[in-house]
């Protein structure tokens, strides 16, 4: 069984059982917090209890394993009362954490850890980019595998206000089991995002959900993270965060017809998401994130992006027609003619407003279309807004907020979203 120490108090141990899910690391531990409660006249009061979050080292020699939870908390107990063995467990949850191979590489990370670099790793990269420290020949007589131990990093030439560069390399580890008759050699390439200067660990979160925007807008579901890895005092931690990442589904399916490194330099260059002084760039990630929202949840955040993209611009008069004008400049699947455009973009528009003001309930599926305060021809209306009506609706503002980033932002005029 694994033992954990808390606050990097070696003194102290407690037996406990782990468990790794996607997005939490979850320890159970013989501890019973209730002691931390102060007691009155004897007597301690349970119920509302706030429990400081703490670090919890964890080792776990039998499996050579070594965990760094960061700021776990309290995450429930159970109790059992017997006349010769009464036992308390604790659990405690995290979404950040370090691990190493070495728990005294562990014991010596400061309170609030700083990294010079991270490395992202996929191997998603293999089919995108490539791997350079692989080479094999083949013919007749022989099959010449060859394996670079040190290999020069690609550069992507990427800078940013906190990023000194971005390299690209890749990581492998080759094992043997001649009991089985195996030759294993596993790659995995990686991105190392290098920093103008430390980063604080709990701000690590923002570069990596920065990357797997970019990466989601290069190849739509072909990209995911495997590890991350951070530097910190030259030592190499493999690191867990929580972001909030995208839908993978496992395909090579480019949108541009470009290269990985010169797509990410435009990315950092028009976006920047994680430090932009421009705070309507951070709406990128609704356009182009989950399809599995409700339709209503949808199209309010389409809309949010597009009002945001063009009231930006501060042009005269935009604030007032910038749905019309979005599908005029950014809808590219149909051209409409200046009387249907007045009523799609105002069917819009009222259905936002109701959205906002009356919530996602339409009575009846009849809703009406009132006549604009700046335009004394328009004649007001009543339309079924059932699914389809809604969707076609949602539906066009999607796409407007893809060719926005696309066309608008990043100066592609062709791509296949």
Known sequence: MAVCFFNNDLNSRYRCTYF?????????????????????????????????????LIADSDNNKYYLLKDAYYAGNSNRYTLLDNKSVTIFKTGIYFSHSKYDKLTSLPETPKCTSIRIFSKDFIAIVGNNSYQKKKNDDELIITLKKKNEPV?????TSKIKRILFNDHWEQNEDWKMGKICIDITPYVEIQFKRRQNY???????????????????GGFKVDDIWLN????????KCQTRGFEYKERKYYVVADSMASFLKKCYANINYAY???????????????TSRNIEDSFLLYYKFIECFFKSKNEKGVSKRFIAKAIEE????????????????????????????????????????SKPKDDPTFQGYTVNADFNWLYERTNILRKVSIDIIYKDILEYDDYSY
């Open 20 to 56: 790794i899910e996607n997005d939490f690391f979850r320890v159970s531990v013989e501890y019973d917090i209730f002691d931390e409660i102060p007691s009155e006249n004897g007597v301690r009061s349970i119920g509302n209890n706030n429990f400081q979050t703490r670090d919890i």
């Open 155 to 159: 550069d992507f030439d990427i800078a």
């Open 202 to 220: 709990d701000e690590i979160y923002k570069f990596v959900y920065e990357f797997e925007i970019y990466m989601q807008l290069f190849t739509k």
């Open 232 to 239: 910190i005092e030259d030592t190499f931690y493999k690191f």
């Open 276 to 290: 932009t002084n421009k705070v309507w760039l951070r709406n990128v990630p609704y356009a182009i994130g989950m």
């Open 330 to 369: 950014n809808y590219k699947f149909k051209k409409y003619k200046e009387d249907e455009l007045s009523c799609l973009s105002r069917e819009i528009v009222c259905l936002r407003n109701h959205y906002v003001h009356s919530g996602y309930f339409i009575k009846n599926s009849q809703l009406r279309i």
